[in-house]
């Protein structure tokens, strides 16, 4: 439709319509907007938004001075200035909307999204058309300068602080300075439903970030005062249903069932894999500490167009493609310390299950055949499920509206997804009531959940790019079918970024998990994944990762220092104590200071802080070369701490030396342990004999290969340089 459709007001609606249109843009875009009566006092975007209008019609008819004037009045009470000659189509909203200016000759489609300090500008002094245009749709990060007469498509983002001077075709992504094109979204309508391809780039207002940021932390001050008051000690997870932190409740008290998505085992595992299962992981081993009864359910989806294609690459049946890469999942999970669910299931161990909740669909109305040939698809009627979004907070009519067809036009509706795929000549087919053919890719879950869980379950999880469609269409299936709720809560880790794109085999910029391990121990791997909060993006680099291999060799090393200490022992007296270090009291609320921050939706990061702040004062008190019992008695306690913790995250589970052995072969040093020791007696024998020069260069040579010498009272140590 052509963007000058809402521009006339007398072509299509009436004023009010258009200002209402505004209006309950505000509560389909906003979640923090609760009443009518607070967004019309508070709203400064709506404030400047409703003067426009009045401006504008003012405008059309010419009266003189007013529409000016207009526009200076909202610029003085909201910040905010639109020229009253602007085009603006209905269900604009401006968030958070000081600083935003847009020009006499700006023109903006309907349902665009502006955040604070955007400006719409113009170039050169010339009369006719110097502003932009913007279609439908478009979303406008904080702070983002569109200059000149560009031509901005439809469904388009713009990042925060991105200075755009170039046209934009619909369902791009921009940003930067100045800005540039790095991805096309788009939503298509397959077999498999609503498909949502390349959607990598979440454009985060500044605000918002600081707004959940000030959040979290007044959420932490809560929870601690009710601790002290004695009403506080209950675990918070955030529920992407309800975008909010709640209070962990499980359906049956003592009990926990939870369920992740698993891997499509069509090629070896990337980080982002890692990530999911290591923070599934975590979870899992969390609630056992915490005393739960925990069933922990994965997938492995064992039959997909993926995996078929692959076979047919490689010249080898479906089923051995999956399962060739089932086992280097196991392999590379191991390596990285995940445990194993206590079910795993594989989506065609379950075909009878899935059949069984395709037919009650049927039955109840929810779902539909199709002729196909001999065989027949069945497909899942999206309208017929009222809540249909719930979980992805998308509106059906906005994806319909954008999105590209490539489907079957004998689906009732385009956005319907398929339960149940009629076979295909060449392709795996299990019998079935409506002929030949194999599952489509949601129903799976649902009926593995079912069996294994129940029709009700505490969690379901995994990355944020299965929110949609993905979990979304297992919502409407499992709930259509069983009438109740499917899930508690909803948690989904964050996406792992390469120069801020999401990480993807769609993509090509993803690293294999093996290939990270030729060049880092699994332990670094674990650390540095786990040193982001999982809902938070997590910016992939080889920095990161050393900085991560620095964090572990340090704590390693203070733990040699700790075995050195006492190794030494004491001979009872008091001597000098550890006076001037704050570890004893640190130790005496370590346990709850880590319980609340895992406690806090899983914070990981903040328990490592914790973890290496002990580190950090155990390193101070052995600084002040303390001795005596109590002292030993001290440290020994602090390593039992840090091995306790430890555990709970599967970390630090090693000896120093284990740790530096691992680490030579992983940086491949052209030298054995024997090799090593084998150098430290001859640089021994020559200090010995006092050849300095030849004790120096034996510790030279290793120090080349990058094996550092430590020299103690009994001995000679050797460990391996960080680099």
């Known amino acids: 439709m052509p963007l000058n459709r809402t521009f006339q007001y007398n072509n299509c609606m009436g004023f009010w319509d258009t200002v209402k249109r505004d209006f309950q843009a505000i509560f389909r875009l906003d979640p923090a907007a609760r009443s009518t009566v607070e967004v019309l006092l508070t709203y400064p975007g709506f404030h400047a938004i409703f003067i426009y209008r009045v401006a504008h019609v003012l405008w059309d008819l010419k009266v003189p001075v007013v529409p000016r004037l207009l526009q200076h009045i909202a610029r003085f009470f909201t910040g905010i ?6 085009k603006i189509g209905t269900g604009i909203f401006i968030d958070h909307g000081m600083g935003v200016v847009i020009g006499e000759t700006a023109e903006i489609g309907d349902c665009c ?8 500008g113009g170039t050169g002094k010339e009369k006719g058309k110097r502003h932009p245009t913007l279609g439908n749709q478009v979303v406008v990060g904080a702070g983002a300068k569109i200059l000149g007469p560009v031509r901005i498509g439809n469904y388009v983002k713009i990042g925060a602080n991105s200075v755009v001077l170039i046209e934009a075709p619909d369902y791009s992504i921009i940003v930067g300075v100045p800005g540039r094109i790095i991805k096309k979204k788009i939503v298509r309508l397959e077999d498999e439903g609503l498909v949502e391809l390349l959607d990598h780039v979440k454009l985060l207002d500044p605000v918002d970030e600081r707004i959940n940021e000030l959040r979290d932390q007044i959420d932490r001050l809560t929870e601690r005062i009710e601790k002290i008051e004695g009403r506080g000690g209950r675990m918070k997870i955030f529920n992407t249903l309800t975008g909010s932190k709640e209070d962990f409740v499980p359906l049956t008290p003592g009990k926990i069932g939870m369920y992740a998505c698993g891997v499509t085992v069509y090629d070896y595992c990337h980080i982002g ?17 915490k005393g739960f009864d925990m069933r922990f359910v994965k997938n492995f989806t064992d039959i997909d167009d993926k995996i078929i294609r692959r076979a047919n690459e490689e010249g080898v049946s479906w089923d051995a493609v999956a399962k060739k890469y089932i ?6 999970m191991d390596a990285l310390g995940v445990a194993r669910a206590d079910i795993e299931p594989k989506a065609t161990e379950h075909i009878l299950e899935m059949i069984a909740v395709v037919r009650g669909l049927i039955e109840k109305g929810f779902a539909y055949e199709v002729q196909e040939g001999e065989n027949r698809s069945v497909y899942f009627s999206v309208d ?13 009519d906005d994806l319909l509206s954008g999105a590209r067809v490539n489907v079957d036009e004998r689906k009732k509706s385009p ?26 890719w949601h129903i799976e879950c649902t009926a593995m959940v079912i069996k294994h869980l129940g029709e009700s379950i505490d969690i379901h999880g995994g990355g944020a790019d299965l929110i949609f469609p993905h979990h979304e269409n297992e919502i409407a299936q499992s709930e259509a079918y069983t009438g109740k709720p499917f899930a508690r809560y909803w948690v989904h880790n964050g996406f792992i970024t390469i120069d801020k794109e999401k990480m993807s085999k769609s993509l090509g910029n993803f690293f294999t998990i093996r290939d990270i391990l030729a060049r880092y121990d699994a332990e670094v791997i674990r650390l540095f994944l786990l040193s982001s909060h999982y809902r938070s993006p997590i910016e992939f680099s080889h920095e990161q990762l050393r900085d991560a291999e620095s964090s572990l060799d340090r704590f390693y090393s203070t733990v040699s220092r700790i075995d050195d200490f006492i190794a030494k022992g004491s001979d009872g007296s008091v001597k000098n104590s550890a006076q001037g270090c704050a570890l004893e009291s640190m130790l005496a609320e370590f346990k709850d200071r880590f319980e609340e921050g895992m406690d806090d939706d899983f914070n990981t990061a903040l328990a490592l802080g914790l973890i290496f702040e002990l580190v950090r004062e155990i390193n101070r008190c052995l600084d002040l070369r303390p001795s005596g019992t109590d002292t030993v008695k001290l440290i020994a306690r602090a390593k039992e701490v840090l091995k306790n913790t430890g555990n709970v995250l599967n970390l630090f ?15 491949k040093i052209p030298l054995s342990e024997n090799d090593i020791e084998e150098k430290i007696r001859e640089r021994k024998a020559a200090r010995d004999s006092k050849d300095w020069s030849k004790a120096d260069a034996v510790r030279k040579q290793l120090e080349d290969s990058g094996v550092i010498l430590e020299d103690k009272k009994d001995g000679t140590d050797w460990k391996i340089k960080i680099f």
Request: aromatic share 16%; no cysteine.
């Open 327 to 332: 086992a280097e999942y196991y392999a590379d």
């Open 415 to 440: 956005a319907d997804f398929a339960l149940w795929k009629a076979s295909k000549e060449g392709e795996p087919w299990w019998e079935s009531p409506w002929g030949k053919g194999r599952p489509g």
């Open 653 to 667: 589970s090693r000896t120093p030396h284990t740790w530096n052995v691992d680490l030579l072969k992983v940086k």
């Open 384 to 396: 017929k499920f009222s809540g249909y979004g719930k979980l992805s907070k998308k509106e059906l």
């Open 273 to 289: 894999h890692a990530r999911s299962a290591i923070v599934f992981d975590i979870m899992s081993r969390y609630f056992r500490y």
């Open 81 to 86: 200035e639109i020229h009253p000659a602007a």
């Open 113 to 120: 999204l502006l955040y604070q300090g955007v400006t719409l």
